[in-house]
Each structure stands twice: as structure tokens, then as C-alpha cells.
């Protein structure tokens, strides 16, 4: 794939920086944890905000309290002022489309902030197409009207594979409501006047307003869709959970899917685009979403887009998965999804939730399981695909997994279908992510439950397991030529 090609600025990947304190700084964050550098206080010494008057001028977006630290900290700051800049004019757009739009709504005519959210539907123009194998990325399933500003590269595909000028994707057939957000910010972004792109001059589709418009509109509807066109990419292009997907077809049933952690401002953002997986594997699904966040009018329904039968549970996982004696009475699904967990973040606590995972499916061709732990035939765990923002973040999370026993064959690798929307980080300002831009899948290897005093959690300490791993060495490969020597 070529790279010569013009993406608009504020869709361009975002480096990951570096956030260097000073040593005051540091100390000072050491006493009050909640500070945020650059946002709340000085981006190198973490001074008191109101002892800041120094800011960058390019993207008036990380606070400094003297201009020397401006010029100490310029190093980690470039790899994101560009970025930070683009976002906040992007910011400003849409605040002011969101502004106009409740205006419109609350006008002489008695309009309703309802009607301020409608749209005219295009579905022609704003709905994505269903990937084709081996055509993945956002630029061969976006619309036409985004090449503006997210050009198709030239593709260098494998021999016999078709080019996406030759052989596009097929438009996902589903009503109008998957051609559109369903968050008010997208629906006010395609409500501006005449359209997103749509100046009014001839020449105004190639205008920076018009551009940044596109480019805006595209982000925010990309961190809607990443979630499903993530599953989907998963489904079609990694080992083991397209592995998954096709026992259950050969099979001749539907395809069990988890999401946990799911939110109404993610996952579920926008329910429909879940018809996405069944249009491209061409069978039927059945997606369970489980979290804390499940919004209040979801919990506990059911929902049925097209192919995909969706249900919606309000809590943890493995509140669903043991009854009142803490005995399991569901069945394990054929993959486990999780976006953005936080694994490694303080304020949750996954344990519970990820020791609940090990459980097996059982095959039709498979025995008889023993304490629900032992595998018989083609039983298994199912395998666990994480989406996580950073690959820092990632490499922090497949260290937390494998002390669980989950591990992944390779290492976290980029998504092609990231969400296209930058976000800047509350905690250091200048961090810059984007939503599920690295993606993971693990298998569990079931092993015998034991305890360790030292640890409450049940998992072995790493002297406990140099220790156990040399005994087995030595009882393998030392002890039997000893005993040969003795009996010589």
C-alpha cells in the first residue's frame, strides 16, 4: 500500500508522546495523584494552573507556567501540536453547527430540540460499505463523498486478490437509521447549511471550512462504527477468532458473541452497524452486550437487527454466568469482545469479570466435560480479542492477561478500523489516542485450580514459578539419568 497520498491533518495517525516532568513536578504529582500536567496545572513542574500564563500558541491546548518550560517541554509537545490544533477547531465547528442546529430547533415555529436533531437522510452518500476479505481499512468501505479528504491509496494486493477499484464492497442493506449516527453531534455536524462539503460557491467543496467539515464528520462517524467494523475485521482476518466463526457455520448455527464493558456511548452507540458482522460472514449472529454502563432502557431486552439478534445486560459478567450456589448455567460463546477495558486501570477492577471467561464450549463432537475445567475432543475456551487505545497500553494488558493464563500468539498489532477521531488524554496533555487503535487476541491454556498462600488472588508468585519449572526440568531430564548412573 502506498503512502504518497493526502489525508486531511486532523485524520492522521497521532504519534504517541512521551511526557517528561521535571523532578519538582514529578514530586508534586507524587502528593496530589489527581493532577493533570498541561491540562490542570504546568505541563514540567505541574505548578499551580493560575501560576500559568505561558501557553502554546499553535494549539492553545498545554499550559506552561514560565516560557522556559515551554521551550524544555517543545520536544514532547511536537509530536501532538498539530493534532491538538486540528481538534480544537474541530471542537469549535461543531459546537457552533450544534449551537445553530437548537436555534433552528427553538425557533418562531415552535420546533422541539427533537426536531432540531433531524436530518435528511442520504443514504446513497453516508452509508458504509460491508468489508470484503482481505479489504480492510476505513478507506475501502467509506463513502465516496470522504475521498476529499481521505483519499483511496493504491493497493497492493496479494496475487489473485481484487483491487478496490475493481471489485468495491456492497453498500450494508439496512434502513435509514444505520446510514446515520445516532449521536446529536453527527446529526448536528450533516446539519449545517447546505450540508457537510457543500459550500455554497462551486468551489466551496474544496474549501478548508468544507474540508474540515468532511474530515469532521468522517471522525465522529468512524468512533461510532469502529466497534462492529473492529469485530468484523477480528472475524475475517485473525487465526483464531475466524477459526470460530467458521466452526459455528459448519456447524449450522448462529455465531455467539460477548461484548463486555459495553456502553450506550460506545458499543451501543449505534446498534444497527452490529448488522455489519452478519453481512460479511453471511451468517446469522447473536451478539450479548454486558456492562455496568448499559443504558437503563436496554437492560435485560432484546433486540433483532436483520441477521443479528442482540441482547442487552445491565451489570458484570460474571453476575450472568454462576447462579445463586456460584454454579455456571451458561453457556460459554464462541468469542469474547472487549473494547477499551482498562485492564490495568485503578478505578476497575476486571478479576472477577476475566476469571469468569474460562469456561469451555463444548463441540457436538466433543466428551463429556470433568469439573468443568478438562476438555474432551474439540472443546475449548473461547479466545479473547481486546481493543485497547495505546501500545502501551496494550503491552500493559497482555502482561495483566497472562498472570490470568491468557496469551496471545503475537503482539497487539494496528487496527485498521481505529476510530478516525483523535482524543487527548485528561490525564497528560500530551497524550493523544484514538479509540481501539491496537488490537490483541488470547487464548487461555486450561490448567489445574490451585491456591498460593501468598497471594489472595490464587496466582503464583514468578520465585514460585522458576521454582515449580526447575523441578520439572529436573525430574524430566536430571533425575532419570541419575538413577542409570547409580544402577551402573
Known amino acids: 500500500m502506498v503512502t504518497n497520498i493526502t489525508i486531511h491533518p486532523l485524520l492522521r495517525p497521532a504519534a504517541e508522546a512521551m511526557h517528561q516532568l521535571s523532578g519538582e513536578g514529578t514530586a508534586r504529582i507524587d502528593d496530589d495523584p489527581e493532577l493533570s500536567p498541561g491540562l490542570d496545572c504546568c505541563a514540567v513542574c505541574a505548578g499551580p494552573l493560575d501560576d500559568c500564563p505561558t501557553s502554546c500558541t499553535n494549539c492553545d491546548s498545554v499550559h506552561y507556567c514560565s516560557p522556559q518550560h515551554l521551550i524544555d517541554d517543545a520536544s514532547n509537545h511536537a509530536a501532538v501540536c498539530e493534532a491538538l490544533r486540528c481538534m480544537r477547531h474541530a471542537d469549535r465547528l461543531l459546537n457552533s453547527q450544534i449551537l445553530a442546529s437548537e436555534q433552528k430547533g ?34 475501502y468501505v467509506a463513502p465516496e463523498k470522504f475521498l476529499l479528504v481521505f483519499p483511496r491509496s493504491e493497493h497492493r494486493g496479494e496475487e489473485g486478490e481484487d483491487a478496490p477499484a475493481a471489485k468495491r464492497p456492497r453498500k450494508l442493506d439496512v434502513d435509514s437509521a444505520a446510514a446515520t449516527s445516532q449521536h446529536g453531534r453527527n446529526r448536528a455536524a450533516q446539519d449545517a447549511p447546505d450540508g457537510p462539503g457543500f459550500a455554497g460557491s462551486p468551489d466551496g467543496a474544496g474549501s478548508a471550512e468544507a474540508q474540515l467539515q468532511l474530515a469532521v464528520e468522517l471522525a465522529e462517524r468512524t468512533s461510532t462504527l469502529s466497534y462492529a467494523y473492529t469485530a468484523t475485521y477480528a472475524l475475517q482476518n485473525i487465526p483464531a477468532a475466524r477459526e470460530a466463526a467458521r466452526r459455528a457455520k459448519d456447524e449450522g448455527r448462529s455465531l455467539e458473541l460477548v461484548v463486555l464493558g459495553a456502553a450506550a456511548d460506545a458499543e451501543l452507540g449505534d446498534i444497527s452497524s452490529w448488522q455489519v458482522i452478519a453481512a460479511a460472514l453471511d451468517q446469522d449472529v447473536r451478539i450479548m452486550f454486558v456492562g455496568p454502563e448499559v443504558s437503563e432502557h436496554l437492560a435485560s431486552t432484546e433486540a433483532q437487527q436483520g441477521r443479528v439478534t442482540m441482547r442487552f445486560e445491565q451489570g458484570t459478567y460474571e453476575q450472568g454466568v454462576t447462579d ?19 485492564f490495568t486501570c485503578p478505578d476497575y477492577d476486571w478479576t472477577e469479570t476475566v476469571k469468569s471467561l474460562v469456561r469451555v464450549r463444548r463441540s457436538p463432537t466433543g466428551g463429556s466435560l470433568g469439573g468443568g475445567q478438562q476438555t474432551s475432543g474439540t472443546d475449548e475456551v473461547p479466545c479473547l480479542v481486546v481493543a485497547t487505545n495505546t501500545s502501551v497500553e496494550a503491552q500493559m494488558e497482555a502482561e495483566w492477561l497472562h498472570e490470568y493464563g491468557w496469551r496471545g500468539d503475537d503482539p497487539a498489532s494496528p487496527n485498521p478500523y481505529t476510530s478516525l477521531k483523535l482524543a487527548q488524554s485528561g490525564t497528560l496533555a500530551n497524550d493523544v489516542y484514538r479509540k481501539n487503535a491496537w488490537l490483541g487476541v488470547y487464548k487461555h ?3 489445574q485450580s490451585r491456591t498460593h498462600r501468598g497471594r489472595r488472588s490464587g496466582k503464583y508468585s514468578a ?12 525430574d524430566a531430564m536430571i533425575a532419570p539419568v541419575a538413577r542409570l548412573l547409580q544402577k551402573s
Not at 415555529?109 to 432540531?116: F, K, L, P, V, Y
Not at 520465585?463 to 529436573?474: D, E, L, P
Request: net charge positive.
Open 106 to 139: 427553538t425557533g418562531s415555529s415552535g420546533g422541539s430540540t427533537a426536531q432540531s436533531l433531524s436530518v435528511v437522510q442520504q443514504p446513497e452518500l453516508n452509508a458504509f460499505m460491508v468489508p470484503a476479505h482481505a479489504q480492510h481499512g476505513w478507506e
Open 324 to 342: 445463586q450456589h456460584g454454579l455456571q448455567h451458561r453457556e460459554a460463546p464462541d468469542i469474547y469482545f472487549a473494547f477499551n477495558p482498562g
Open 445 to 447: 491454556r486450561l490448567v
Open 463 to 474: 520465585k514460585t514459578i522458576a521454582r515449580r519449572a526447575a523441578q520439572v526440568m529436573y
